[in-house]
């Protein structure tokens, strides 16, 4: 069974600093890993989806990579402002199922 | 316009009463799913449906059943509720149950407060 892990459970950063959070999974055979934001009381907002044969996707001020191999993924997120700060998640997909982390609590000081 | 709705926002309601909280999906997707996350900001999934067939029924009890009149709705009925169901229920929906297209949808939650 797949177990996705994030670490640092939490961090914070000054305003403008770049940041990488990181995700790790145990079974390298997903077929995709998807990015997410929640904020408080609110729901998941997809940020990036990387399918298994990709390496990385971009938008905007994220990047996000995908180590198979090593069963990891990365979400880099450039020049953070404080509308940055959330709680991201990783989610790596069974064969029709996600599988989520436990996510990493961002905050950005202004 | 808002992609995947739920209702109601928050519940509250004694235990062993029984509630149910909709969902609807206005992208054309195929597939449906319940989420729960607990206390613990803990996201497990709990059922998913494709054109209105269950294809996903992790090992929750009995006294939840979902149903989907269609495939751009689906709702969530449980019945004689327990102190432990409180969490938050996300709806989603994708595309389709198929790997290649996986990218998910949430709907803003819905709190869920058993005293």
């Known amino acids: 069974k797949q177990e996705v892990t994030q670490i640092p459970a939490a961090l914070s950063v000054p305003e403008g600093e770049n940041l990488v959070l990181n995700c790790s999974f145990t079974?390298?055979?997903?077929?995709?890993l998807q990015w997410f934001r929640q904020d408080p009381g609110k729901g998941l907002t997809s940020l990036l989806l990387?399918?298994?044969?990709?390496r990385e996707q971009t938008s905007g001020r994220l990047n996000a990579s995908l180590d198979k191999s090593s069963g990891r993924s990365t979400l880099y997120i450039a020049a953070s402002q404080p509308g940055d700060s959330a709680t991201y998640l990783c989610?790596?997909?069974?064969?029709?199922?996600?599988?989520f982390g436990t996510g990493t609590r961002l905050t950005v000081i202004p | 316009d808002t992609a995947v709705s739920q209702t109601p926002k928050y519940l509250v309601t004694q235990m062993g009463n029984d509630k149910s909280i909709k969902c609807e999906q206005n992208?054309?997707?195929?597939?449906m799913y319940w989420y729960k996350q607990d206390s613990k900001k803990f996201l497990k999934i709990m059922f998913s449906?494709?054109?209105?067939?269950?294809?996903i029924n992790e090992t929750v009890p009995n006294r939840f059943s979902p149903k989907s009149p269609d495939k751009a709705h689906l709702n969530l009925h449980i019945n004689s509720l327990e102190l432990g169901d409180s969490a938050v229920y996300f709806c989603?929906?994708?595309?389709?149950?198929?790997?290649?297209?996986?990218?998910?949808?949430f709907g803003p939650g819905t709190r869920l407060t058993v005293t």
């Open positions: 989610a790596g997909s069974g064969a029709n199922n996600l599988f």
């Open positions: 989603a929906s994708s595309q389709d149950w198929q790997r290649s297209s996986y990218e998910q949808y």
């Open positions: 449906y494709n054109n209105k067939e269950l294809i």
């Open positions: 990387i399918q298994s044969s990709q």
């Open positions: 079974d390298s055979a997903i077929y995709n």
């Open positions: 992208l054309g997707h195929d597939t």
